[in-house]
């Protein structure tokens, strides 16, 4: 469900700009620092923090034994590698051979 539940999804329906998520995700740490990086880089995406923060959490999935999390971390992470081959494919096709190396790297 996350941790932004009840409360935090309210306050976030409620923001209308970037100042508003800010506010309305202060007292969450976690989401805080994504979105901080977020908006210290203009070369990087919110969605491309939460993804970089997804693939971190499914490559600690592999650290551990004898559970059934590492086949859903197997196939969140080969959803991630998909979507990286699509960004490589388009920056191909759209000439955009400057920004072919901004995928989100695995391992």
Do not use: M
Request: charged share 25%; hydrophobic share 40%.
């Amino acid at each position: 469900i996350g941790l932004l539940v009840p409360e935090g999804t309210y306050r976030l329906s409620r923001a209308e700009d970037p100042q508003g998520v800010a506010s309305a995700i202060d007292g969450y740490s976690r989401y805080r620092t994504l979105f901080q990086v977020a908006s210290d880089n203009p070369e990087k995406s919110l969605e491309d923090s939460f993804f970089e923060f997804e693939v971190s959490l499914c490559r600690l999935a592999f650290e551990q034994q004898f559970h059934y999390g590492v086949f859903y971390a197997f196939l969140r992470l080969k959803e991630q590698e998909i979507r990286n081959v699509v960004w490589i494919a388009e920056c191909i096709s759209q000439k955009q051979k400057r920004r072919i190396n901004n995928y989100i790297p695995i391992f």
